[in-house]
Nanobody, 119 residues
Framework: QVQLVESGGGLVQPGESLTLSCTASGDTLDRYTVGWFRQVPGKEREAILCIAKYSPTAAKERFFSSRNIAKNTVSLQMKNLESGDTAVYFC?????????????????WGQGTQVTVSS
């Protein structure tokens, strides 16, 4: 089991960028597939992207994720943010090496960090 803590959320203006971090304890994060998700109150958790076990990076549209093995973290860089990106952002881990965008496949979750995009 791995414990996860997200950080880096905050209030940004439309068009700006923001980087979130997912810090792990209890195990080496590189041994896990890591997924990034977000959720708006009243809606289902939405997958952003996943970074496969032992893979250094992953990217999808305006989002880029990378590992820092020395710090045991995974970051999520978000560019050109829009109001529709406002949500609580979560990282999660699964032991399966194949990437999954289904929340149900992930075993451990962080508590989430709020990202608000507003002018």
């Amino acid at each position: 089991q791995v414990q996860l803590v997200e950080s880096g959320g905050g209030l940004v203006q439309p068009g700006e960028s923001l980087t979130l971090s997912c810090t792990a304890s209890g195990d080496t994060l590189d041994r896990y597939t890591v997924g990034w998700f977000r959720q708006v109150p009243g809606k289902e958790r939405e997958a952003i992207l996943c970074i496969a076990k032992y893979s250094p990076t992953a990217a999808k549209e305006r989002f880029f994720s990378s590992r820092n093995i020395a710090k045991n973290t995974v970051s999520l860089q978000m560019k050109n943010l829009e109001s529709g990106d406002t949500a609580v952002y979560f990282c999660a881990t699964q032991w399966n090496p194949a990437c999954s965008l289904r929340a149900i496949t992930y075993d451990d979750w962080g508590q989430g960090t709020q990202v608000t995009v507003s002018s």
